[in-house]
């Protein structure tokens, strides 16, 4: 899945953030993991500036999908 987030990163204005479930130590975990509320690998989430989840997906997502899954959150 990094190789598409790396695709879908390119292309959007939102800030990607990879977050190895494995590496509970690691910060993006730390401070993401809470949003993390479904099970299932690869588990994509958006989250709004205000910390709010407003997309979630759960499976493998091309970085075409995801374009087109995600972009009504571009700014």
Not at 10 to 34: A, E, M, R
Not at 62 to 67: H, P, R
């Amino acid at each position: 899945m990094k190789p598409q987030l790396t695709q879908f990163e390119s292309k959007t204005t939102l800030n990607v953030v990879n977050i190895d479930l494995d590496q509970k130590s690691s910060p993006s975990y730390k401070k993401y993991i809470d949003k993390m509320t479904a099970t299932g690998i690869p588990y994509t989430v958006i989250i709004n500036p205000k910390g709010e989840v407003i997309y979630s997906a759960i499976g493998y997502k091309t970085s075409a999908e995801l374009v087109t899954e995600t972009k009504q959150f571009w700014k």
